[in-house]
């Protein structure tokens, strides 16, 4: 075989060598970071060029090799997120050496000694970088604040007839963070709308309240839980309201909104419970004889988050699922085979946006209770709402913008809905993880990949929200429960691989750093977890009158429990406990949720039955006394309280049955605890 043949290489042309005015041979100079940036010529003189002294720039910096990598990234990423004085010892580490790898090297290990290195895996940190929509870089908490605050003892309540100091100073959590109180009685709620002083009541009800109660009741929903839940235009809403009319309102509707809104009023008012007691036996007198409508699909969906927090839960699923039904046979969704539709006629732009609202408020109900609660017998919906979201910009509104320049805080209310729309939406796509039986379920074999993609998508829909719906430092606390809401459902998604042994699980392979496992990304919305819950707790005094927010106490105090080597696990716990405490005057599922939290904590720590039994006597002692008829009934929560627990055994990780074994645990614990104290006697 002869030998191949390659073509001859040509001679190299000479290199060209850049000369100084003496004829000497020198390397080329980089430009400054000042000139570069300017696009501007520079003469590279050190220590500053001759563009910087002539226009005085301050600091003329040369950046000869830059180094973009993943080093140089961790170190930005913690000088952002560490206390002053850790930072300083960062910086000073960056200064002694070129190398970032290095000086991170030096910094840990003094962190080692010290304990100052927060605990932040590498995904995290990227996650930080890249996504801070999703993972903003969050300042420490100081765990002694955060102890020694009222964050972490009962809130007394402030309501007419009960004793409560509110001028005691209130220590805060950090410089900015300060924990409010419940609205004294004495204020009044303001009017979601002027008009509402022309409401006359007694056109919608007979049960005997003022039209100041009715209209205040009503504006605090709409004020504090409509911009999330959607379901109806509160202005079309408000409007027939006023004039007596029933083409935007109902009296169906009327009274499942008052029951809802009397719940949330008793934080401010004790009275308000009998009257959401007398709203609800009359809502459900009504329920039985309406027809099938966009307002009746708004009630049933008010009535089933009502009933949940009022321990009702037997209920919940049942007018959850009759408003998708509702809605199907409406032809606003799609339907089942045996489902008889009736094509729904818009009569007007305003009759179809009212739909609307009630199309997508449904959904999303109905997907938030299939992946938070999944109690037994709930499903997620067959389809997404054949209408358009409502308030979306139509495409040309999206290419050509507006003409007006309108305030964040202005474009809110209307920007918020839509984005929660698209959030459920996504996780609607995702049902699969929990509900094997979901028509076209992927092959178990890519599900970790489809769960990767899943949160892909999810942190790629944080990234696309406007301005408004950001965490900031004046974050309304819609936007707090959106994104306590986001980060709960990136901890489910992962859940089912996460209790997996480890040879079990797959790296995240569309994520550069080397520590990519769902492990670390379940970390990370953990940690962002603890900040939201603080935020919410200390800033926002709905966090004492909306439920919709105990999501994110009922996920950190799961995760706290599955990881109590973190050494402020029990802080954290306790965070959460009185979160719930501070909720328990509207809702009394609260009580409930806590015995079952503690039943778990004394379970799986070395908590005593005393403490459990101390935290329980706190809470009855700053409840206030209710109705006695709506008490006969027993509280029901059949909703999941141990997320893991009910991946194996669902029954027995049910919030119901969890609180039913808190008295003979702590009953058990404490005769351990005695036990062990003789033996060591």
């Given at each position: 075989?002869?030998?191949?043949?390659?073509?001859?290489?040509?001679?190299?042309?000479?290199?060209?060598?850049?000369?100084?005015?003496?004829?000497?041979?020198?390397?080329?100079?980089?430009?400054?970071?000042?000139c570069r940036q300017r696009k501007v010529k520079c003469d590279g003189q050190?220590?500053?060029?001759?563009?910087?002294?002539?226009?005085?720039?301050?600091?003329?910096?040369?950046?000869?090799?830059?180094?973009?990598?993943?080093?140089?990234?961790?170190?930005?990423?913690?000088?952002?997120?560490?206390?002053?004085?850790?930072?300083?010892?960062?910086?000073?580490?960056?200064?002694?050496?070129?190398?970032?790898?290095?000086?991170?090297?030096?910094?840990?290990?003094?962190?080692?000694?010290?304990?100052?290195?927060?605990?932040?895996?590498?995904?995290?940190?990227?996650?930080?970088?890249?996504?801070?929509?999703?993972?903003?870089?969050?300042?420490?908490?100081?765990?002694?604040?955060?102890?020694?605050?009222?964050?972490?003892?009962?809130?007394?309540?402030?309501?007419?007839?009960?004793?409560?100091?509110?001028?005691?100073?209130?220590?805060?959590?950090?410089?900015?963070?300060?924990?409010?109180?419940?609205?004294?009685?004495?204020?009044?709620?303001?009017?979601?709308?002027?008009?509402?002083?022309?409401?006359?009541?007694?056109?919608?009800?007979?049960?005997?309240?003022?039209?100041?109660?009715?209209?205040?009741?009503?504006?605090?929903?709409?004020?504090?839980?409509?911009?999330?839940?959607?379901?109806?235009?509160?202005?079309?809403?408000?409007?027939?309201?006023?004039?007596?009319?029933?083409?935007?309102?109902?009296?169906?509707?009327?009274?499942?909104?008052?029951?809802?809104?009397?719940?949330?009023?008793?934080?401010?008012?004790?009275?308000?419970?009998?009257?959401?007691?007398?709203?609800?036996?009359?809502?459900?007198?009504?329920?039985?004889?309406?027809?099938?409508?966009?307002?009746?699909?708004?009630?049933?969906?008010?009535?089933?988050?009502?009933?949940?927090?009022?321990?009702?839960?037997?209920?919940?699923?049942?007018?959850?699922?009759?408003?998708?039904?509702?809605?199907?046979?409406?032809?606003?969704?799609?339907?089942?085979?045996?489902?008889?539709?009736?094509?729904?006629?818009?009569?007007?732009?305003?009759?179809?946006?009212?739909?609307?609202?009630?199309?997508?408020?449904?959904?999303?109900?109905?997907?938030?209770?299939?992946?938070?609660?999944?109690?037994?017998?709930?499903?997620?919906?067959?389809?997404?709402?054949?209408?358009?979201?409502?308030?979306?910009?139509?495409?040309?509104?999206?290419?050509?913008?507006?003409?007006?320049?309108?305030?964040?805080?202005?474009?809110?209310?209307?920007?918020?809905?839509?984005?929660?729309?698209?959030?459920?939406?996504?996780?609607?796509?995702?049902?699969?993880?929990?509900?094997?039986?979901?028509?076209?379920?992927?092959?178990k074999r890519y599900k970790a990949a489809l769960v990767e993609h899943t949160?892909?998508?999810?942190?790629?829909?944080?990234?696309?929200?406007?301005?408004?719906?950001?965490?900031?430092?004046?974050?309304?606390?819609?936007?707090?429960?959106?994104?306590?809401?986001?980060?709960?459902?990136?901890?489910?998604?992962?859940?089912?691989?996460?209790?997996?042994?480890?040879?079990?699980?797959?790296?995240?392979?569309?994520?550069?750093?080397?520590?990519?496992?769902?492990?670390?990304?379940?970390?990370?919305?953990?940690?962002?977890?603890?900040?939201?819950?603080?935020?919410?707790?200390?800033?926002?005094?709905?966090?004492?009158?909306?439920?919709?927010?105990?999501?994110?106490?009922?996920?950190?105090?799961?995760?706290?429990?599955?990881?109590?080597?973190?050494?402020?696990?029990?802080?954290?716990?306790?965070?959460?406990?009185?979160?719930?405490?501070?909720?328990?005057?509207?809702?009394?599922?609260?009580?409930?949720?806590?015995?079952?939290?503690?039943?778990?904590?004394?379970?799986?720590?070395?908590?005593?039955?005393?403490?459990?039994?101390?935290?329980?006597?706190?809470?009855?002692?700053?409840?206030?006394?209710?109705?006695?008829?709506?008490?006969?009934?027993?509280?029901?929560?059949?909703?999941?309280?141990?997320?893991?627990?009910?991946?194996?055994?669902?029954?027995?990780?049910?919030?119901?049955?969890?609180?039913?074994?808190?008295?003979?645990?702590?009953?058990?614990?404490?005769?351990?605890?005695?036990?062990?104290?003789?033996?060591?006697?």
């Open positions: 075989m002869e030998p191949r043949r390659y073509p001859a290489i040509l001679p190299a042309g000479p290199v060209q060598q850049e000369t100084s005015a003496s004829g000497n041979r020198r390397s080329r100079l980089g430009a400054c970071s000042e050190r220590p500053r060029c001759s563009n910087c002294v002539r226009r005085a720039v301050r600091f003329c910096l040369y950046v000869d090799k830059p180094k973009a990598g993943p080093e140089a990234m961790e170190a930005v990423e913690l000088l952002k997120i560490l206390s002053k004085e850790h930072a300083a010892v960062l910086l000073g580490a960056l200064r002694s050496t070129d190398d970032p790898a290095t000086a991170l090297s030096i910094f840990k290990e003094r962190a080692d000694v010290e304990g100052t290195a927060p605990a932040r895996s590498q995904l995290e940190l990227e996650l930080m970088a890249n996504n801070p929509a999703a993972y903003p870089p969050l300042s420490p908490i100081d765990a002694s604040e955060l102890a020694s605050s009222n964050l972490l003892r009962p809130v007394r309540s402030s309501a007419a007839g009960d004793k409560a100091d509110l001028s005691s100073p209130i220590k805060s959590i950090t410089t900015d963070r300060q924990f409010i109180l419940p609205i004294n009685a004495r204020e009044k709620i303001g009017y979601y709308d002027a008009s509402l002083h022309a409401l006359r009541v007694e056109f919608w009800t007979d049960i005997p309240v003022t039209n100041d109660f009715a209209a205040q009741v009503i504006s605090l929903y709409i004020a504090t839980d409509h911009p999330v839940l959607g379901l109806f235009h509160p202005d079309l809403l408000v409007a027939d309201l006023v004039s007596c009319r029933n083409k935007f309102c109902s009296r169906f509707l009327f009274h499942a909104l008052m029951y809802l809104g009397c719940q949330m009023y008793n934080a401010f008012n004790k009275d308000s419970m009998q009257h959401a007691t007398n709203f609800y036996e009359e809502a459900e007198r009504l329920w039985k004889e309406e027809n099938d409508s966009y307002l009746t699909m708004a009630g049933a969906v008010l009535l089933s988050l009502s009933l949940l927090g009022n321990g009702r839960d037997h209920a919940v699923l049942y007018y959850a699922m009759e408003a998708m039904r509702m809605g199907e046979r409406l032809g606003l969704f799609e339907a089942h085979e045996d489902t008889t539709t009736i094509p729904h006629v818009d009569d007007s732009e305003e009759d179809a946006e009212a739909c609307r609202f009630a199309a997508w408020g449904a959904f999303n109900w109905n997907v938030l209770v299939s992946l938070f609660y999944r109690q037994p017998g709930s499903e997620t919906p067959k389809s997404a709402p054949l209408v358009p979201i409502p308030g979306e910009p139509s495409p040309t509104q999206r290419r050509g913008g507006t003409s007006e320049e309108v305030p964040t805080n202005k474009r809110q209310p209307e920007e918020i809905f839509p984005a929660v729309c698209h959030f459920w939406r996504i996780i609607h796509g995702a049902r699969w993880i929990y509900y094997d039986k979901v028509q076209d379920s992927p092959p949160f892909r998508e999810l942190i790629a829909w944080a990234e696309t929200l406007p301005p408004s719906l950001l965490r900031t430092q004046s974050t309304s606390h819609h936007v707090t429960v959106l994104h306590i809401w986001l980060h709960a459902a990136i901890l489910d998604i992962f859940r089912p691989i996460v209790v997996l042994p480890f040879n079990e699980k797959e790296r995240l392979g569309t994520f550069s750093a080397w520590d990519s496992s769902s492990d670390t990304a379940y970390a990370a919305s953990v940690n962002q977890l603890k900040h939201l819950v603080v935020e919410y707790r200390s800033k926002s005094v709905a966090s004492t009158y909306s439920i919709l927010w105990h999501t994110g106490l009922l996920y950190l105090a799961n995760a706290m429990l599955k990881d109590t080597k973190d050494p402020e696990w029990r802080l954290y716990l306790l965070l959460c406990i009185y979160g719930y405490e501070s909720l328990s005057r509207p809702y009394r599922i609260s009580e409930l949720i806590v015995q079952g939290l503690l039943s778990m904590t004394m379970q799986e720590t070395d908590m005593t039955g005393i403490e459990a039994q101390t935290i329980i006597n706190e809470i009855k002692e700053g409840r206030p006394e209710r109705p006695r008829n709506q008490f006969e009934d027993k509280i029901r929560a059949t909703f999941m309280l141990d997320m893991d627990l009910s991946l194996k055994n669902p029954e027995a990780a049910k919030a119901e049955n969890l609180a039913d074994k808190f008295e003979s645990l702590s009953i058990f614990q404490d005769f351990l605890d005695q036990e062990k104290m003789e033996t060591e006697n």
